[in-house]
């Protein structure tokens, strides 16, 4: 790319620690430890934002109530 490299890879085989995993096989990144670096420095991550599409979710409609006497 001239500026950077840029890595092209097919993904062979992935090894998680079951303790990572609750009872339905779901992975629990926050118990990872996980690390980023920029600029110099390394930052711990691990708090969930959000949901995939959760800016574009419909809101749940929540029930109207009743008018009292009804």
Same mark, same amino acid.
């Given at each position: 790319m001239g500026s950077h490299d840029v890595f092209v890879c097919d993904i062979v085989a992935v090894n998680v620690d079951e303790k +990572? +995993? %609750? %009872?339905k096989g779901k992975l629990h990144l926050e118990g990872c430890g996980l690390v980023g670096y920029t600029h110099g420095q390394y930052y711990k991550l691990g708090k969930s934002l959000g949901a995939f599409g959760f800016s574009h979710a419909k809101k749940k409609k929540t029930p109207k109530k009743q008018p009292k006497g009804k």
């Open positions: +990572l +995993l %609750d %009872d």
